[in-house]
């Protein structure tokens, strides 16, 4: 039997705002419990909702940037259900009328363009925490402990077409969005810390079978390595359990990491039945097309934008855009280094980025933004090797000196520690004709047809010339020499 | 639409509300009296007619109005106590349930 | 027995004592203590804390020396106990919150602490909001002062009797189905709802949502006027509250300027111009003759003040019942949901887990009124219901909002009637049908449903359940932010009546 397999994905992203989405409370991450929490968020008797312009406008950006319809006009409704870190026992969420509809987002997979579309985004807020550690009461039973800092917390609930077909597209996907809403400034993008949870929904159908399979609900995934074997499992247990005769009940399902596998959520059993109606405590939110073009006039360039642009004016390929693109922070780091050199020399930028400073960052353990280098320093570095000054190799260890103490000017390294490169015909042509007179066994097999030992006859050179002469000469002089 | 005790039964699981067997019977006929009442609705014709949901929404419409984001100061350990005075059961600052197993 | 409050008629007689320092604050208040203590039977409060008060007596004295009163300054009153309040408990008349403590005072109970008033303490009502005679509370039935066997009114009964009795001038209540309007009525006193979103509902214990509002009770038109102006304004902390009344700000003074302006008539015919509508369904059948007939000599007494009275229509009044107790119910059992026992509120001993505790708590500290309303909003919201019952109940609910803006379009200046089909039933003598108490609401819900302002003021007595003879009251209903006018017309009508000067005990 070939199966085909279908996954849509729903993203709980919190957004990023100072205060909570109904109450003024803090959404700072990591305060004492039930400090950061109101008598809003508490739900206390008389207490009542009031919207944060904030997240509506993050909600609005995000709608733009994904070509989406922003709702001039939807609604909050309660969905209702009891659970003990959701204090008023109902959620506020958007049912019918959310703020964004449609939308698509481009991502690639092994290299190959994907564009999903989206179904909608909507406003909700996040539900506090249950601690399931060493409580008791007196009698010795055992409990949980429930802490409301986070409950209140801003979320844009983000869905998708069921129009993944594998695991690595889905993941693919929830990459692309991540990087997406980290780009536009809308969420931090900390998953350990929960600020972006997916919950991937899957199911099989034979191939050729148009209608969808019973799909199940792998929740609060927080990690892209986690919702890849999540799925992973998923999809194999789903299609023995179909061979087996048996048949996929409609559930929702954790998935263990410990144990590598998902498995039901028992207190999620029974159906629910929500019981979605207007919450009567919030009137319809209006968004005007001002506010809109507001929004839009302040977003960043998008970075499939900046991809194509990256492309076209400067000439790279798309595989170094991507990686290139992958945040806005490096992004724009990138693009200071090219402009400060000159027409041409986007590749070397790019390459620098993409190695040097990418490699030394991760050793550090330090993001872009703390980069020792500032985007003119290294383009002052990158220039040196553009004109001849030193070599790639030597300017490395330039690179290294700079790293570690970013007072110091590459010209000034150069100069002191004598790096110039040796670029003068003749000091090259008296190095190549000493190593090959010195050579002789070596120039046999050379001209005997093996090609190593012409690279090794550069290195003596480079050798000979403490690692300062151009390569690029070196190789044309020594070629000459020997082929005449 | 007359509720059956399955009705009844499911709303109460629905709302949190623990009836006994023994009370099923006068609460069913009870609240199938109210239905009864309820019915007159059905047979209104409302064509046409938006649903009200803020009662002023009939002179003009309403919306919502939005909150500039500013936060409050985390609270100190004596303000959260003053929130959570009435917690029929705490510690650590957290409010004790049952453990619940997911 | 003779009360302190006796030898006032009404907020203004007090602030000029208290101005002139015929009596101060302090005594005044330990007076009134002493009064409330002496009629316990009445059942009319919940929560006295001589302290507290004595403490508020003790702001305003200060005010008073400094020469710095204003004209709520040491007026006594109570809140109903739907309004938390710190200090005092709130307990919304149920089991559920028997010894709760609001960390946080409601925008309307700190409106009135601004403006210098004494609280005297928390005031009974029916559970949650939920009753028409103040019998479904858990500290028992709240007796009428007229006559201690039949009920105050509900749901704001501690309210209406404590003011009807004497012992206190004030009082706020809340009004969802007619809450206000019906106990003052049934009481003997005057009550007013504004128009929906004039008054903040934060710090308002939720019933239904969209329906629920703020009101006062007093002893006049005029005193309403100052106490409602008090308790308006918009707050931001409440998402429905109003900031606009037809371009003016909805803040304290919008109301008493109305209200000024509509009194200023040197007219023998003060209400010269004036169209009272007078709803053909208001006197049909359910209505008690002898009700119908002291409001209609109300009418003619305001006809002798130059106003005219118009036949109108309300087509679809009978179907506020059907409506209201769809759409309260329903959107009561989303706002009760958080009774939980988890944060707060009655927690059961015994139980297995926590969906049990949970279930076991809010049966035992619920009602029986309060969980049949739930029962019938989660019916009505769930699955396949939705449609037919909720929104139904809301199409509708906007075909009745209409029926008033018809009226008021060209017909119409105010709509009058009955408050109520009879006067106040006695204690316990409910009916089995759990529908019968609410077809009493039939003259009041309609304003709740449109979000219209509303008052009740005395009009006359008419025979009870042993033909002792009751107060009957007037209703009053504008248009949206009419208050002030609404009020000049009922201070007009006091100008020249005495029925809001009856007293309990005293002839009638």
């Known amino acids: 039997m070939n199966w085909e397999v279908v996954i849509g994905l729903e993203a709980h992203v919190q957004l990023a705002t100072h205060s909570k989405i109904f109450s003024s409370s803090s959404t700072q991450y990591g305060a004492a419990p039930n400090t950061q929490a109101n008598e809003v968020d508490m739900a206390l008797p008389g207490s009542l909702p009031v919207l944060n312009r904030q997240a509506v406008e993050h909600a609005i950006r995000f709608g733009l940037a994904i070509g989406a319809t922003v709702s001039p006009r939807s609604i909050f409704a309660r969905k209702n259900y009891f659970y003990p870190d959701l204090p008023k026992n109902y959620q506020i969420s958007q049912y019918e009328i959310p703020v964004v509809l449609g939308g698509t ?56 077409e069921p129009e993944m077909r594998s695991a690595a597209q889905a993941v693919a996907y929830a990459r692309a969005l991540h990087a997406l809403v980290v780009w536009l400034g809308i969420c931090d993008g900390n998953m350990q810390e929960g600020s972006f949870r997916i919950d991937a929904n899957v199911s099989v159908r034979p191939k050729g079978q148009t209608a969808f399979g019973t799909r199940t609900e792998t929740k609060n995934v927080n990690s892209f390595r986690f919702l890849e074997r999540a799925i992973s499992y998923e999809i194999r247990r789903q299609i023995e359990l179909i061979e087996d005769g048996g048949k996929v009940v409609q559930e929702t399902r954790l998935y263990d990491a410990d144990r590598d596998e998902t498995r039901s959520m028992r207190s999620k059993e029974d159906a629910h039945d929500y019981r979605y109606f207007p919450d009567p405590d919030l009137p319809p939110l209006i968004i005007t097309s001002a506010w809109m073009a507001q929004v839009q006039a302040g977003m960043p360039e998008l970075p499939e934008e900046m991809r194509r642009r990256f492309v076209e004016t400067l000439g790279l390929s798309s595989e170094d855009v991507a990686q290139l693109c992958h945040d806005r922070q490096t992004a724009q780091y990138f693009e200071a280094v090219a402009s400060a050199l000159p027409a041409g020399q986007a590749k070397l930028a790019a390459n620098w980025v993409m190695g040097e400073v990418a490699a030394a960052l991760n050793r550090d353990e330090k993001e872009i933004d703390a980069c020792p280098l500032s985007a003119a320093a290294l383009a002052k570095l990158l220039l040196r090797i553009s004109d001849g000054t030193i070599s790639n190799k030597i300017a490395r260890d330039v690179f290294t000196e700079m790293w570690s103490n970013n007072t110091l000017d590459a010209d000034a390294i150069i100069e002191a520690k004598g790096l110039k490169q040796i670029s003068d015909s003749a000091a090259i042509g008296a190095m190549v004709d000493e190593v090959i007179a010195s050579q002789p066994a070596i120039v046999q097999e050379y001209r005997a047809g093996k090609q190593k030992a012409f690279n090794s006859l550069v290195g003596q050179v480079m050798k000979l010339a403490k690692g300062k002469a151009n390569p690029a000469q070196v190789n044309d002089l020594l070629k000459q020499r020997l082929d005449s | 639409m007359a509720l059956t005790e399955t009705d009844v039964a499911f709303v109460a699981k629905l709302a949190r509300l623990h009836i006994t067997p023994e009370q099923q019977p006068a609460l069913k006929h009870e609240l199938n009296q109210v239905m009864g009442l309820i019915e007159q609705l059905q047979s209104i014709d409302t064509k046409g007619v938006e649903p009200l949901a803020h009662p002023l929404s009939v002179l003009h419409d309403i919306e919502l109005r939005l909150r500039e984001d500013s936060s409050l100061p985390t609270n100190t350990i004596a303000q959260r106590n003053h929130l959570m005075q009435n917690a029929p059961a705490d510690a650590d600052g957290l409010f004790l349930v049952p453990r619940v197993i997911e | ?210 329906l629920d509002q703020a009101g006062v009770m007093a002893r006049s038109a005029a005193d309403l006027a100052l106490l409602l102006d008090a308790i308006s304004g918009f707050d931001p902390r409440d998402a429905t509250s109003i900031e606009t009344c037809r371009g003016v700000a909805n803040a304290p003074g919008r109301i008493l300027s109305d209200y000024a302006r509509f009194n200023d008539t040197k007219n023998t015919q003060p209400l010269a111009g004036l169209r009272i509508g007078v709803p053909t369904e208001y006197f049909g059948d359910g209505l008690n003759n002898n009700v119908a007939q002291a409001v209609e000599q109300a009418l003619v007494v305001l006809e002798s003040l130059g106003a005219k009275r118009v036949s109108i229509s309300l087509p679809n009044t009978a179907l506020s019942i059907p409506a209201y107790y769809v759409i309260a119910p329903a959107e009561a059992s989303s706002n009760l949901a958080r009774y939980d026992a988890v944060r707060y509120g009655h927690r059961t001993e015994n139980y297995t887990d926590l969906a049990d505790m949970s279930a076991r708590s809010r049966t035992e500290g619920f009602g029986e009124e309060v969980r049949k309303r739930i029962m019938i909003g989660t019916y009505v919201l769930s699955h396949g219901y939705y449609d037919a019952y909720y929104l139904q109940a809301q199409r509708v609910r906007r075909l009745i909002a209409q029926d008033f803006q018809r009226a008021f379009a060209d017909q119409c200046d105010v709509i009058m009637g009955p408050v109520t089909p009879t006067v106040a039933p006695a204690i316990g003598s409910l009916s089995t049908d759990p529908t019968a108490e609410w077809l009493g609401d039939i003259y009041t819900l309609s304003v709740n449903l449109a979000g219209l302002p509303g008052l009740s003021i005395p009009c006359g007595f008419a025979p009870g359940h042993r033909s002792q003879p009751l107060p009957v009251g007037l209703q009053m209903i504008g248009n949206y932010f009419d208050e002030g006018r609404l009020l000049a017309v009922a201070h007009q009508f006091q100008l020249v009546t005495d029925w809001h000067q009856r007293r309990p005990g005293a002839p009638t």
């Open chain 1, 105 to 160: 987002l481009q991502c690639f997979v092994d290299g190959e363009p994907f564009t999903f579309n989206l179904t909608r985004a909507h406003l909700e807020e996040d539900a506090g925490k249950s601690i399931h550690e060493n409580f008791a009461t007196p009698d010795g039973r055992p409990c949980s402990g429930i802490d409301l800092n986070r409950s209140g917390t801003p979320l844009l609930e983000i869905v998708s």
């Open chain 3, 1 to 210: 027995m003779a009360l302190f409050l006796d030898q006032y008629a009404d907020i203004l007689a007090l602030r000029h004592a208290l101005d002139n320092k015929q009596i101060s604050v302090k005594e005044l208040t330990q007076a009134l203590l002493g009064d409330i203590k002496q009629n316990v039977n009445l059942n009319a409060f919940v929560d006295v804390q001589p302290e507290l008060s004595l403490a508020q007596a003790e702001v305003a004295e200060q005010s008073l020396a400094r020469g710095q009163a204003g004209a709520l300054t040491g007026i006594p009153l109570g809140h109903k106990d739907i309004f938390v309040t710190e200090g005092w408990r709130t307990t919304a008349g149920s089991r559920m919150l028997a010894n709760y403590h609001s960390p946080f005072d409601a925008t309307v109970v700190h409106a009135l602490l601004k403006a210098q008033t004494v609280s005297l303490g928390k005031l009974s009502c029916d559970e949650f909001a939920m009753g028409s005679g103040n019998e479904h509370a858990a500290t028992g039935p709240v007796r009428n002062p007229w006559d201690h066997e039949v009920v105050p009114g509900g749901s704001s009964g501690g309210s209406a009797a404590a003011v009807a009795a004497g012992l206190i001038l004030g009082a706020t209540g809340t009004d969802t189905g007619g809450s206000v309007r019906q106990p003052a009525a049934l009481s003997g006193i005057c009550g007013i709802k504004p128009t929906y979103g004039v008054a903040s509902r934060f710090g308002m214990i939720a019933y239904a949502s969209s």
